[in-house]
C-alpha cells in the first residue's frame, strides 16, 4: 500500500513516482518534482483532486482524483488538440 498526502505537493511526489513506475521508458526520459507543476488542487469533504502538467513539449495534462471512501487514485491523461479563441459580449 502507498500512502499518500492529500495536498497539491502530495500529488505531485505521487505522480512523479508513478510517472517514472509506469511512463518513463528508454523514449521517455524520467521526470522529476521540479519538471512538475499543480495547475489546479481542490479538496472537498475526503475527496481531492489535481490537475497536473509538466515542462514535457508532449501536451499533456494529467487529473489525479483521491476516492476518500474507497482510498484509491485515479489517473488520467488528457492530449491537448487545438486552443481556439472567441471573442464574447457580456450581457
Known sequence: MT???ISAE????YFVDWFNENIA???VPI????????VWFSYVL?????????IRP?????????NGDKLEVYVDTYVKVN??????VIL
Do not use: M, Q
Open 31 to 38: 521526470i522529476t518534482k521540479p519538471d512538475v507543476y499543480c
Open 10 to 13: 502530495g500529488f505531485i511526489r
Open 83 to 88: 486552443n481556439n479563441e472567441e471573442k464574447v
Open 58 to 66: 508532449d501536451h499533456r495534462y494529467y487529473e489525479l482524483t483521491f
Open 46 to 54: 475526503g475527496n481531492a483532486k489535481c490537475l497536473i502538467s509538466t
Open 25 to 27: 521508458d528508454a523514449d
Open 3 to 5: 500512502t499518500f498526502d
